[in-house]
């Protein structure tokens, strides 16, 4: 199977998370008018329930090229994973309804460089994929004692095309 990649927006990502981007006019202007605040773009979510906290981590990943591969998707079940790249840089996000516990039809979007996203609780996505050097995010997700991580290795790899 070979899907195409489209472009990020807010509207085809929600059913999966929320894209973190400055765009239109700030919020708030705050700095005596010298910062434009975008407020409270991510549906964060570290699972009060299981003893989860926020935490920030950095994340450095190998670059990928246009075709791509794909034969593993993953989901965190106890909370939401953001990643904000720390370069100026596009990168490649897979994801996938879930159906009864395993994915659905995927789907990819490639950030425009100026982009980071927030995955949804429980939402199947591929793993990191960066585009160019270095290929460095900073990641908040949940940190807990309990296990926060599901992986499926795909029966039919399918391929995504710029």
Same mark, same amino acid.
């Given at each position: 199977?070979?899907?195409?990649?489209?472009?990020?927006?807010?509207?085809?990502?929600?059913?999966?998370?929320?894209?973190?981007?400055?765009?239109?006019?700030?919020?708030?202007?705050?700095? $005596?008018?010298?910062?434009?605040?975008?407020? !409270?773009?991510?549906?964060?979510?570290?699972?009060?329930?299981?003893?989860?906290? $926020?935490?920030?981590?950095?994340?450095?990943?190998?670059?990928?090229?246009?075709?791509?591969?794909? !034969?593993?998707?993953?989901?965190?079940?106890?909370?939401?994973?953001?990643?904000?790249?720390?370069?100026?840089?596009?990168?490649?996000?897979?994801?996938?309804? !879930?159906?009864?516990?395993?994915?659905?039809?995927?789907?990819?979007?490639?950030?425009?460089?100026?982009?980071?996203?927030?995955?949804?609780?429980?939402?199947?996505?591929?793993?990191?994929?960066?585009?160019?050097?270095?290929?460095?995010?900073?990641?908040?997700?949940?940190?807990?004692?309990?296990?926060?991580?599901?992986?499926?290795?795909?029966?039919?790899?399918?391929?995504?095309?710029?």
């Amino acid at each position: 199977m070979q899907i195409r990649a489209e472009p990020l927006t807010p509207v085809a990502f929600a059913p999966f998370g929320d894209v973190l981007a400055a765009t239109g006019a700030p919020d708030k202007l705050i700095n $005596a008018g010298l910062c434009g605040r975008f407020h !409270d773009r991510a549906q964060l979510d570290f699972g009060d329930d299981t003893g989860g906290r $926020a935490g920030i981590s950095i994340f450095k990943a190998v670059p990928r090229a246009l075709p791509y591969r794909c !034969d593993l998707l993953e989901r965190h079940p106890e909370g939401s994973q953001a990643f904000l790249p720390m370069t100026a840089d596009p990168f490649l996000v897979i994801v996938a309804p !879930d159906e009864n516990g395993q994915p659905g039809s995927p789907r990819a979007f490639l950030t425009n460089g100026a982009q980071g996203i927030n995955l949804l609780r429980g939402t199947w996505h591929g793993v990191l994929t960066p585009l160019a050097e270095p290929g460095l995010f900073a990641v908040i997700d949940r940190i807990g004692a309990t296990p926060n991580l599901e992986e499926v290795h795909l029966p039919a790899p399918f391929t995504v095309t710029a």
